[in-house]
């Protein structure tokens, strides 16, 4: 009697692990596109932050490998990434009573343009743009920086892969 109950559990769990393999929650659908193209983003913001480009390109092409089965090309993709980085700045946000800014807000905005050579009706242009909040005492440098170009640029990049590939 164990040993059909046991072989009545392993049937019934190898059916079930077998059936959730089907679903990805983290990836994109990328179709018939074996190649991506992530060009090089150019930071044309009127202030500069020396590091941006090469970080917010690094960090998109990074997610597309994480998050697909694509490989990357630098010519050529089936899939083509490229614009340019259009703002960062710095505004105040929330007034103390001393009439002083009680945080600070680093806003990025990226213009990108898609395009799917497979399927041409999917190729966009859009602009993309997050922000985080620091505290206005603090100087954005550092790890006060680090800590906001991360997390605008993750939800960022985020935004612009389900836009191009998360059909959900």
């Known amino acids: 009697m164990k040993k059909i109950t046991f072989l009545f559990l392993f049937l019934v ?13 983290s990836g994109g659908s990328t179709g018939d596109a074996k ?50 980085i259009t703002g960062y700045r710095v505004t105040p946000m929330g007034a103390t009573s001393q ?23 999917d190729d966009f242009e859009k602009q993309f743009s997050f922000y985080s909040d620091f505290d206005a005492n603090a100087q954005l440098i550092g790890g006060v920086l680090d800590a906001a170009l991360e997390e605008i640029l993750e939800r960022i990049i985020q935004d612009i892969f389900n836009a191009s590939l998360g059909n959900w």
């Open 13 to 25: 769990f190898s059916v079930i692990s077998s059936g959730c393999g089907i679903y990805k929650f």
């Open 35 to 84: 190649t991506i193209q992530v060009d090089f983003f150019p930071n044309q913001a009127p202030l500069i932050e020396p590091q941006l480009s090469q970080l917010f390109t690094q960090n998109m092409q990074d997610l597309f490998l994480r998050q697909t089965n694509l490989e990357l090309v630098r010519t050529g993709g089936d899939l083509r990434f490229e614009g340019e």
């Open 99 to 121: 009439q002083t800014a009680a945080q600070n807000r680093l806003t990025i905005t990226v213009n990108v343009r898609f395009y799917n050579r497979l399927k041409e009706e």
